[in-house]
């Protein structure tokens, strides 16, 4: 089967990134990962790129003379025609022509059970702030795809972890990260195999 073209999408230090490079250099995801493509020019994400030797650029979000970020985005991602667009951890929301475009292949990784804890101003830190104000029992983390809507896709995985009266915002990240990266590999490996099937809300594994 030939190895499918995905671009990954990021924000910060990258470590959802650096999970799927291991994953394809392992041959887990019959994949290539053919860009990565930041909204913030630190993003260690980049670094981790460069080190693998995988093409990296950082978009502006201010309107620059090359046209807008969602232009420039678009304008990127046209040249590459990818087969799968990842974002992990990517905190710029995406234009809707874009996610009309690469329908059902644009895969999101969020830090909740989704439909609890999501949606506008729920990203990394916030989540779990959220999530020990709350009080609840069990939190988790949820890959989904992406539609128009903000946290609103067809949900792929999710995976639950518990949350002890000890736990801390930081002590949440900590745990959930490792689950967030095995539950982000497993859908771009089904992904790539094609075992994937959207039908209406509802992500059936083939
Ligand atoms: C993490 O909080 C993760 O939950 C969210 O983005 C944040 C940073 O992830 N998806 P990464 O280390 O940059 O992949």
């Known amino acids: ?9 990021v924000s910060g230090n ?5 999970a799927l490079i291991d994953a394809v250099d392992n041959e887990r995801i019959l994949g290539r990962i053919e860009i990565v493509i930041s909204d913030r020019p630190n993003a260690f994400a980049l670094q981790r790129a460069e080190q693998h030797g995988i093409p990296s650029i950082y978009i502006e979000k201010k309107d620059s003379p090359f046209g807008s970020f969602d232009l420039q985005l678009m304008n990127k991602l046209d040249e590459i025609q990818p087969d ?12 809707t022509e ?3 475009k690469y329908q059902s292949k644009i895969i999101n990784i969020h830090p909740s059970l989704i ?6 101003g729920f990203y990394g830190e916030k989540v779990h702030k959220a999530v020990i104000a709350y009080g609840v029992k069990i ?3 949820t890959v989904q795809f992406v539609d128009e809507g903000t946290d609103t896709g067809p949900i792929i995985f999710q995976q ?11 002590t949440l990240a900590k745990k959930l990260l490792p689950i967030e990266h095995g539950l982000l590999v497993k859908a771009a490996a089904l992904f790539c195999q ?9 992500v059936k594994i083939l």
């Open 98 to 100: 874009l996610v009309k």
């Open 139 to 141: 939190t988790g983390a």
């Open 160 to 170: 639950a972890v518990e949350v002890s009266n000890e736990d801390t915002a930081e």
């Open 194 to 202: 094609k075992r994937l099937k959207v039908e209406g809300r509802r």
């Open 84 to 95: 799968l667009i990842i974002l992990a951890g990517f905190l710029s929301i995406l234009p």
């Open 115 to 120: 439909p609890a804890f999501c949606g506008k």
């Open 1 to 9: 089967m030939p190895k499918l073209k995905i671009a990954v999408l």
């Open 14 to 18: 990258g470590s959802n990134l650096q």
